[in-house]
């Protein structure tokens, strides 16, 4: 699957191969370890690197996961935006984009599981890379609900805001019951009924 990632990518930036092999390193260790019982001593271990090293690429070991975090969602942006380009109906691109965020989420654990449940409760996690690429993903939604409104695929007195809001909240409620008790998810199922729910109620 494309939106598996076995190691960190990183399209727009060129890192020395050190600091690569300790975000890599990170990642490896999250699918095994909690987070906060990963020491800097193991992400060195892995990496082949000296701790020392960490701390010359890194503020702390939050700013490490924050950076790796950064590295998946510039992948998944880059990637959404390839799948969407083809579309010209806006609702048939903001379907793309609920069924591929949903598979994302299945197919990345480790990372849902730390977006969902644990970064938000740093304040530093919001003044984060990691967040502006959040906040990028979250504008493009907005911008395409404002693109079918104008286009009058969407009812004009739709708020963008709010149905952003349903778009958002539905992606990430169906997936905690995988993330925190680790079922199943039917993407196929779950995204078209999302999708049934919201955009019948939307469309012209």
């Known amino acids: 699957m494309e939106l598996e990632q076995k190691k960190v990518c990183l399209p727009e930036k060129s890192f020395p191969p050190g600091k690569i092999k300790i975000m890599n390193a ?3 260790l999250m699918r095994e370890k909690d987070f906060h019982s990963i020491t800097t001593a ?4 892995t990496a082949g690197v000296t701790e020392g090293l960490i701390y010359k690429y890194f503020k702390d070991k939050k700013d490490l996961l924050y950076q790796v975090l950064n590295g998946h969602f510039q992948t998944f942006q880059h990637y959404i935006t390839r799948k969407i380009a083809a579309q010209t109906a806006s609702v048939d691109k903001l379907r793309i984009i609920i069924k591929t965020s949903l598979k994302s989420y ?5 990372f849902a599981r730390i977006l969902l449940l644990e970064v938000r409760n740093s304040s530093n996690y919001f003044e984060s890379d990691a967040y502006d690429m959040v906040k990028i993903y979250s504008r493009t939604i907005l911008d395409i609900i404002s693109q079918g409104i104008d286009a009058g695929e969407i009812r ?3 708020d963008p805001h709010a149905l952003r809001q349903v778009i958002l909240g539905s992606i990430e409620h169906a997936c905690l019951g995988e993330v925190i008790f680790g079922k199943e998810l039917d993407i196929d199922k779950v995204s078209e009924n999302i999708c049934n729910i919201i955009f019948k109620g939307v469309q012209k």
Do not use: G, Q, T, Y
Not at 42 to 45: E, G, Q, R
Not at 106 to 110: G, L
């Open 26 to 28: 990170l990642s490896e």
């Open 42 to 45: 193991d992400i060195a271990a």
């Open 106 to 110: 299945a197919v990345n654990r480790v």
């Open 156 to 158: 004009e007195d739709v």
